[in-house]
């Protein structure tokens, strides 16, 4: 087998692609300038060797492939080096796509929302039928303990991102997969750095639907009016739609206002009903796409719903992490408004009026590029009161977004200074929830620490 180094190892599609290449036997090494659980803890369990930083000495030359992920640009110290070595260099989707997709019926999740946790449910699915499927997921599945594995099975699922695929490749990740079934779950405004507009991600996912086959299938979000129209730049393959109307092929009947426990109906008959961990409404949908997506493979239903009530979901969705003088904390990867409403209205239903306090650090690139800044205040209406980690890169004006907060909220410039005004808002009873797409300096463990001194 070769020696592969994968530059930005520690992303989760990446550390996903590390682990796979592990798992079948290639000798596996990395570097990355931002390593933090729980990647970085999945790849140290993977005995895989870890390069802080990139530099022009990181890839050794008896190096057989270099897998680069779309974090790095030209210019990279080690990206520059790799290209004038004429080292053979490939990036990480296309890697899957050749090394571990043929001879296999893919399932693609894709969508600005619910990806990860779609595609965890997804696998959970499949697994409970016992048809040890493999699986790519963009975080740490608490069930398997990783994001990643070869499978034994026919089916892979794989977390089908829209964002561009690396420097020398600008397509989508997810036109590499050429799914068997792929889910549409949403779409909206995102990436703000590589696409200028809706329609722009629009051609992106018709180029996915492009590449279904007739025999397979699409489950697409059936509420979602942008995915309506990207059906309507051409189709040609079976779809079924997913929603709360019963008009829909797969409709949701809420038995719970917090979304722990639902009904199943496909085409009009009662299929199941669902009781579950998971809360709000965003996760009925998520959980009815990848129950559709199942049948369309011949999973047969009855068999596995009951199997979700032990279903535990993924590492920062709304991860409980502990509880401390009466205040329970939470680490959630919830980075965009519509994602940040769902998952406090999800909360809000379990809770009651208990007070919830947020602690955000806008780190996405369209968060820091201010694409969703006049989003962001109304999609908070859920939380009693806010802090913003505002650092200094941030493009945007803070106290517009603050001044708009319904209730209170404050900005202070780093983690420590975070920390303290948590200490000083919260009181027994609250729920802290710390939202990030990044490792927030370790923040929410860092408060929870603070809880629990005497």
Same mark, same amino acid.
């Given at each position: 087998m070769s020696?592969?180094?994968?530059?930005?190892?520690?992303?989760?599609?990446?550390?996903?692609?590390?682990?796979?290449?592990?798992e079948k036997?290639?000798?596996?090494?990395?570097?990355?300038?931002?390593?933090y659980?729980?990647?970085s803890?999945?790849?140290?369990r993977?005995g895989?060797a870890?390069?802080?930083?990139?530099?022009?000495?990181?890839?050794?030359?008896?190096?057989?492939?270099?897998?680069?992920?779309?974090?790095?640009s030209?210019?990279?110290?080690a990206?520059?080096?790799?290209?004038?070595?004429?080292?053979?260099?490939?990036s990480?989707?296309q890697?899957l796509?050749?090394?571990?997709l043929?001879?296999?019926d893919?399932?693609?999740?894709?969508?600005?929302?619910?990806?990860?946790?779609?595609?965890?449910?997804?696998?959970?699915l499949?697994?409970?039928?016992?048809r040890e499927?493999?699986?790519?997921?963009?975080?740490v599945?608490?069930?398997f303990?990783?994001?990643?594995r070869?499978?034994?099975?026919?089916?892979f699922v794989?977390?089908?991102?829209?964002?561009?695929?690396?420097?020398?490749?600008?397509?989508?990740?997810?036109?590499?997969?050429?799914?068997?079934?792929?889910?549409?779950?949403?779409?909206?405004?995102?990436h703000?750095?590589?696409?200028?507009?809706?329609?722009?991600?629009?051609?992106q996912?018709?180029?996915l639907?492009?590449?279904?086959p007739?025999?397979?299938?699409?489950?697409?979000?059936?509420?979602?009016?942008?995915?309506?129209?990207?059906?309507?730049?051409?189709?040609?393959?079976p779809?079924?739609? *997913?929603?709360?109307? /019963?008009? %829909?092929? &797969?409709h $949701?009947?809420? =038995?719970? #206002?917090d979304?722990?426990?639902?009904?199943?109906?496909?085409?009009?008959?009662r299929?199941?009903?669902?009781?579950?961990?998971?809360?709000?409404?965003?996760?009925v949908?998520?959980?009815?796409?990848?129950?559709?997506?199942a049948?369309?493979?011949?999973?047969?239903?009855?068999?596995?719903?009951?199997?979700?009530?032990?279903?535990?979901?993924v590492?920062?969705?709304?991860e409980?992490?502990?509880?401390?003088?009466?205040?329970?904390v939470?680490?959630?990867?919830?980075?965009?408004?519509?994602?940040?409403?769902?998952?406090?209205?999800?909360l809000?239903?379990?809770v009651?009026?208990?007070?919830?306090?947020?602690?955000m650090?806008?780190?996405?690139?369209?968060?820091?590029?201010g694409a969703?800044?006049?989003?962001?205040?109304?999609?908070?209406?859920?939380?009693?009161a806010?802090v *913003?980690?505002?650092? /200094?890169? %941030?493009a &945007?004006d $803070?106290a517009? =977004?603050? #001044?708009?907060?319904?209730?209170?909220?404050h900005?202070?410039?780093?983690?420590?200074?975070?920390?303290?005004?948590?200490?000083?808002?919260?009181a027994?009873?609250?729920?802290v929830?710390?939202?990030?797409?990044?490792?927030?300096?370790?923040a929410?463990r860092?408060?929870?620490?603070?809880?629990?001194q005497?």
């Amino acid at each position: 087998m070769s020696t592969i180094h994968i530059l930005g190892i520690a992303g989760t599609f990446m550390g996903g692609v590390a682990a796979l290449a592990r798992e079948k036997g290639h000798t596996v090494r990395g570097s990355d300038q931002a390593i933090y659980p729980p990647m970085s803890t999945q790849l140290e369990r993977l005995g895989i060797a870890l390069d802080p930083g990139y530099r022009a000495d990181s890839v050794a030359p008896d190096c057989d492939e270099v897998v680069i992920g779309n974090a790095l640009s030209r210019g990279n110290p080690a990206v520059e080096a790799v290209l004038d070595a004429g080292q053979r260099y490939i990036s990480g989707a296309q890697w899957l796509s050749e090394q571990v997709l043929p001879g296999r019926d893919t399932l693609a999740v894709a969508g600005t929302h619910g990806k990860t946790t779609t595609t965890t449910i997804l696998t959970w699915l499949l697994h409970s039928a016992g048809r040890e499927p493999g699986f790519l997921i963009g975080g740490v599945a608490e069930d398997f303990g990783v994001s990643a594995r070869v499978g034994s099975g026919r089916e892979f699922v794989v977390e089908a991102d829209e964002y561009d695929t690396a420097f020398f490749d600008k397509r989508s990740k997810f036109v590499h997969y050429r799914p068997l079934v792929a889910i549409l779950n949403n779409l909206e405004y995102d990436h703000a750095d590589i696409f200028p507009d809706v329609a722009a991600i629009q051609r992106q996912f018709h180029h996915l639907i492009r590449t279904v086959p007739a025999r397979g299938r699409l489950i697409v979000n059936g509420e979602d009016a942008y995915l309506a129209e990207v059906l309507a730049m051409g189709c040609w393959t079976p779809v079924e739609r *997913f929603g709360f109307d /019963p008009s %829909l092929e &797969w409709h $949701a009947e809420l =038995v719970e #206002a917090d979304g722990s426990a639902f009904v199943v109906h496909h085409r009009g008959a009662r299929v199941g009903e669902v009781r579950w961990s998971l809360l709000g409404r965003h996760n009925v949908l998520n959980g009815l796409a990848a129950l559709a997506a199942a049948h369309a493979v011949g999973v047969e239903l009855a068999t596995v719903i009951p199997a979700l009530a032990a279903f535990r979901s993924v590492k920062r969705r709304l991860e409980v992490i502990g509880q401390a003088r009466d205040i329970t904390v939470y680490d959630d990867f919830a980075h965009h408004p519509t994602a940040i409403s769902t998952t406090l209205d999800g909360l809000r239903a379990k809770v009651g009026d208990a007070r919830i306090v947020v602690a955000m650090e806008p780190r996405s690139n369209s968060m820091r590029l201010g694409a969703h800044a006049q989003a962001l205040a109304p999609s908070l209406d859920g939380a009693d009161a806010v802090v *913003f980690l505002h650092r /200094p890169e %941030l493009a &945007w004006d $803070a106290a517009a =977004v603050i #001044a708009a907060v319904r209730g209170e909220a404050h900005a202070v410039a780093d983690t420590d200074a975070l920390l303290a005004q948590l200490g000083a808002i919260a009181a027994p009873g609250d729920h802290v929830v710390f939202m990030s797409n990044g490792g927030f300096d370790g923040a929410p463990r860092r408060f929870l620490a603070q809880l629990q001194q005497p």
